[in-house]
C-alpha cells in the first residue's frame, strides 16, 4: 500500500519550454502532496505543499509563478516548470501523505529535468 | 533555527560489518523522526519513530530514538552490497502553519564486497 507514481520519470526540454509533472497515489486518497527538489549530493528541498482544491503553499524563495502546482484531484498533484532554464535542471520528487498525517509521507520514484 | 545533523557523511565498509548512523536534530515541534533509504531514486521508507526507547526492527535494520538527548540511530547488521544508498534523516516540525519534514544531509554508505 501507500504507492506514489510519478510521470515522466526523465524529461529533456529546451529552454524557454514548459514541463508538467504529474505526481498520482495509486492506492489512497491523499488530501496533501509534498513537491522537493534535490541537487546532486544534496538533500530534498521542499518547494510546496499542495492541498487538494485549495492553492499551494510555497517555501521562502520558490517562485510561484515559476513553480505552477495544481492538485486538482484526491489522487493528482501537477508540478509544471514554466519558461525553464538550465538552472532549473534537478531531481523533482513529489511525496504524499494519508489524510492528515503530514509527518508520515511517501515518495514518487522523482523526475529527472535536464533543460538544454 | 530547526536542524538535522547527520553523521558520519560517508561510511566505507565491508560486506558482514555492521554500522551506526547517527541524526541528532534541533527541531522546535517535534512530531516523528524517519529514516529512509535512498538509492539511485527517490528515498524508500524504513522506519517512523515517535517515542523514546522503542526499537524498531526490520530485518537487519534497526532503530530507536532519544527524545531526551535529541537523536536517533540507525544500526544495520551484517551488512551487504545491497545495503550501499544513502540514509536520509527527517524530522517532522509540527508547529502551526509551518509543518513540515526538516532534512538531513545524509549518510553514504558503500558497502564493499
Known amino acids: 500500500g501507500a504507492v506514489v507514481s510519478q510521470h515522466p520519470s526523465w524529461v529533456i526540454c529546451k529552454s524557454g519550454t514548459s514541463v508538467k509533472i504529474e505526481c498520482r497515489s495509486l492506492d489512497f486518497q491523499a488530501t496533501t502532496m509534498f513537491w522537493y527538489r534535490q541537487f546532486p549530493k544534496q538533500s530534498l528541498m521542499l518547494m510546496a505543499t499542495?492541498?487538494?482544491?485549495?492553492?499551494?503553499?510555497?517555501e521562502q524563495g520558490v517562485e510561484k509563478d515559476k513553480f505552477l502546482i495544481n492538485h486538482a484531484s484526491l489522487t493528482l498533484s501537477t508540478l509544471t516548470v514554466t519558461s525553464a532554464h538550465p538552472e532549473d535542471s534537478s531531481f523533482y520528487i513529489c511525496?504524499?501523505?494519508?489524510?492528515?498525517?503530514?509527518?508520515?509521507?511517501?515518495f514518487g520514484p522523482g523526475t529527472r529535468l535536464t533543460v538544454t | 533555527e530547526d536542524k538535522v545533523v547527520q553523521s558520519p557523511l560517508s561510511l566505507v565498509v565491508h560486506e558482514g560489518d555492521t554500522v551506526t548512523l547517527n541524526c541528532s536534530y534541533e527541531v522546535t515541534n517535534f512530531r516523528s523522526l524517519l529514516w529512509y533509504k535512498q538509492e539511485k531514486k527517490a528515498p524508500t521508507f524504513l522506519f517512523m519513530l515517535?517515542?523514546s526507547g522503542i526499537e524498531k526492527k526490520s530485518g537487519r535494520l534497526s532503530s530507536i530514538l532519544d527524545k531526551k538527548e535529541l537523536f536517533s540511530i540507525l544500526n544495520i547488521t551484517a551488512t551487504q552490497t545491497g545495503d550501499s544508498a544513502v540514509y536520509l534523516c527527517a524530522v517532522f516540525n509540527n508547529a502551526g502553519n509551518n509543518r513540515k519534514l526538516i532534512w538531513g544531509l545524509g549518510t553514504s554508505l558503500a558497502v564493499n564486497p
Open positions: 515517535t517515542s
Open positions: 499542495s492541498n487538494e482544491g485549495s492553492k499551494a503553499t510555497y
Open positions: 511525496s504524499a501523505s494519508l489524510g492528515g498525517r503530514w509527518y508520515e509521507q511517501y
